[in-house]
């Protein structure tokens, strides 16, 4: 059994956290005391049936406004697969919300609802799977009781989203007609849709192919940690210990350590369970060397002849999550693999409507949910790749020095 | 390792596995002095034996602290006793009733002591000068869990402010803090009960005994059964009867109801865990029916 991470969009009230109420509930995830507790709920606030979006409401706060606030992880499991779900909320602070869910997941369903078709939110989030690279897209056409069931706006809906897409670079699409609220196309197929031929949601989230996601290709070992213990039954040993983010190393490969460019041989690599041949993201293991060479955290092992970048002027496409906007000359705090160091905004190239992915050139700040290309300059070299061909090496969070809190999201798009 | 050659995907649990191995030496690499908090139960025995494999074959290079309600089963005292001293690793106990005699903490009226468990928590990770305190808990055992990050934030005054979390992204936690603050580290958070079982198994976790089921002395409080000790004494009109029990969680010995099981190996429990209708938070634990959001006021207080 392998694990499927998976957002989940929508904008206000369209039915997203029924229609993981209700996959939780279909799967039989949900316990007797949780439901118990959402039936009491449901009858406190004068709801006619039982409302299966009082499942994932967290904080007292959340019950208390009627709104989700902030992401919240919910897991469920069937005999093929186990699911991690990242729930992102619609309103407060949604882009920073998608944004953090998005980046981990292997697929985003975004919700609409077919009465009121594509909404500004709905490019919104089509647009920040693109921009984070969630392999899988599913667009689940919510409410489809509510328009009888009809085809023809499912296939209006449909069309214009494919429109949208074509501007985005979304690898894998599948449009899914659902009502949350009845279970039409969750875990049964609709007996209400028969026109429609295709998977049901849960179905879907099964079978999604999603072995090829990751970048096999590229070996990139940023490393984390060396250890070298002090005992003198295992004198001389020095591992190098981190989580593999791309490519596939072997016992006996050449690889080159840096940023020192210095190159050895994999002697032994050690997982979690005992030595192995060979390790693929995203395993944690253990590499050992042939020679003692200088690598610690911050540097990466590669291939001679398959390196990253080793760069200082770096741009990126950056989301940021800050009420004070970020403005050319700023200096922050940055986190890249497992490197930190410092930077300073040296340009800001522009801003993006995610509406109409219009390219705002004069802009000269990025406000709290802002999207837009900037260039940095940061103050040591980072072995760094494209966001595009390596989510693990290509991303980076931005840190305020003096709140130390995470202002900003970044995708490498250029090294030079 | 479980992993299909022609695809090189990791099985869940190995993802899982590489996941919390992955947070736990990020810790270590980033915060200055991390501790890690062992309670005796399963899921702080998962973490303990994850952050041995993270550095092995080096020992892991910081020390456990056990929150010492007073009330404990004493077997899973024992137990602790035995693990740590088998791993040679430091062994730092806050001591609750310590706290009492010492007038930090007061005895509530009712004798729990899980609420003043927290300002006890925190003076300790206050002199140990710690910046980081890995707990066992998961996202799925509560609602204001599942909003829980990772690396989890908390102030001078230990305090958890759901409403402000640092956005997560990747797998790039942000460890940076300001002196007098700490970070609680959560490398479990993506783990379910199922995933914690299937690994104990997998991995032949030793358990303190009272996770299979034995005979105990037992009462029927609101449905829930509490074994009859020292700390815990039946109420008038209250039968105590013998029962074949078994805990699905271990906690404070007051607090922590048993289930009927007749769960004696580890299979028996698997079993018997995949089929269970009830979380174990609302089989098991007395402080979560306070009210609606018992567990959030906890955790703003600092509690685990």
């Known amino acids: 059994m392998d694990l499927l991470r998976f957002a989940t969009a929508g904008s206000v009230d369209d039915g997203k956290s029924t229609l993981i109420g209700r996959l939780l509930y279909d799967t039989k995830t949900i316990f007797e005391d949780q439901l118990e507790h959402v039936e009491m709920a449901s009858k406190r606030a004068g709801d006619e049936y039982t409302n299966l979006a009082l499942l994932t409401d967290g904080l007292r706060s959340e019950r208390e406004q009627g709104i989700t606030i902030d992401v919240a992880y919910r897991y469920f499991a069937t005999p093929k697969r186990k699911f991690i779900i990242a729930d992102t909320p619609g309103h407060i602070q949604y882009t ?13 369903i975004v919700l609409v609802d077919a009465r009121k078709g594509l909404v500004e939110q709905s490019h919104r989030h089509a647009f920040i799977t693109s921009l984070l690279r969630v392999p899988h897209l599913v667009l689940a056409i919510n409410k489809m009781d509510l328009v009888d069931y009809s085809q023809e706006v499912y296939e209006q809906i449909h069309s214009d989203f494919t429109t949208f897409a074509t501007k985005l670079d979304i690898p894998d699409l599948t449009v899914i007609p659902i009502s949350a609220l009845n279970g039409d196309n969750i875990v049964t197929r609709s007996e209400n849709m028969t026109w429609y031929s295709g998977a049901t949601l849960l179905h879907h989230l099964e079978h999604v192919y999603v072995a090829s996601d990751r970048n096999m290709v590229d070996v990139r070992f940023p490393v984390q940690y060396v250890i070298r213990p002090q005992s003198n039954e295992v004198r001389d040993y020095r591992g190098y210990a981190g989580t593999v983010a791309g490519g596939i190393m072997r016992v006996g490969d050449e690889v080159m350590a840096l940023p020192s460019g210095f190159t050895s041989t994999i002697t032994a690599i050690e997982g979690p369970g005992g030595s192995v041949e060979e390790a693929h993201p995203p395993m944690a293991v253990t590499v050992r060397l042939a020679d003692e060479i200088d690598l610690s955290r911050g540097g990466m092992l590669c291939r001679p002849n398959n390196k990253p970048a080793v760069a200082q002027d770096i741009d990126v496409m950056v989301c940021w999550m800050h009420d004070e906007p970020l403005r050319r000359g700023r200096k922050l705090a940055i986190k890249h693999t497992t490197n ?16 109409s992915l219009h390219r705002d050139l004069d802009a000269t700040e990025l406000g709290l949910n802002d999207i837009g290309r900037i260039s940095l300059r940061t103050t040591q070299p980072l072995m760094a790749d494209e966001y595009r061909r390596n989510r693990q090496t290509g991303g980076m969070i931005l840190v305020d020095e003096a709140t130390n809190f995470t202002v900003g999201a970044a995708m490498i798009v250029d090294t030079d | 390792m479980t992993t299909t050659h022609a695809e090189y995907r990791l099985s869940q649990l190995d993802e899982l596995e590489a996941e919390s191995i992955y947070i736990i030496r990020e810790v270590a690499a980033e915060s200055e002095r991390p501790v890690l908090l062992f309670s005796g139960g399963k899921d702080s025995l998962v973490m303990l034996h994850l952050a041995v494999k993270a550095f092995a074959p080096a020992r892991m290079p910081f ?30 106990v806050a001591s609750v009733p310590d706290a009492i005699e010492r007038g930090l903490v007061k005895e509530e009226p009712n004798g729990s002591r899980n609420r003043i468990q927290t300002p006890v928590l925190l003076e300790a990770v206050e002199k140990g000068q710690f910046t980081a305190a890995f707990g066992g808990a998961r996202r799925d055992e509560e609602r204001a869990r599942a909003k829980e990050r990772v690396f989890s934030f908390r102030d001078d005054f230990g305090q958890w402010d759901p409403k402000n979390q640092r956005p997560e992204l990747w797998s790039l936690y942000n460890a ?63 039968t105590i009867f013998v029962e074949r029990v078994r805990y699905r969680t271990v906690g404070d010995a007051t607090l922590t109801a048993a289930v009927r099981s007749d769960a004696d190996t580890m299979q028996k429990v698997l079993d018997e865990i995949a089929a269970t209708r009830i979380t174990e938070r609302g089989a098991t634990r007395g402080d979560d029916k306070v009210t609606e959001a018992a567990m959030e006021d906890r955790k703003r207080e600092g509690y685990f």
């Open chain 1, 340 to 355: 930190s160091a410092r930077a300073m905004v040296k340009d800001m190239q522009y801003r993006l409507d995610v509406n």
């Open chain 2, 176 to 238: 940076r803090i300001h002196p007098g603050e700490h970070m609680r580290v959560f490398p479990l958070s993506n783990w379910t009960e199922l995933d914690i079982w299937d690994y104990i198994a997998r991995e032949d976790i030793e358990l303190p005994s009272i996770y299979f089921a034995h005979e105990r002395e037992v009462v029927d409080r609101k449905g829930m059964l509490f074994n009859v000790n020292e700390f815990f004494a039946a109420k008038e009109g209250e």
């Open chain 2, 63 to 92: 020390p456990v602290m056990h929150v010492d309600t007073g009330h404990n089963f004493p077997e899973v005292l024992e137990f602790r006793d035995r693990r740590v001293g088998e791993l040679g690793v430091e062994l730092i």
């Open chain 1, 96 to 108: 920073r919300n998608m944004v953090t869910g998005a980046s981990t997941a292997d697929l985003a």
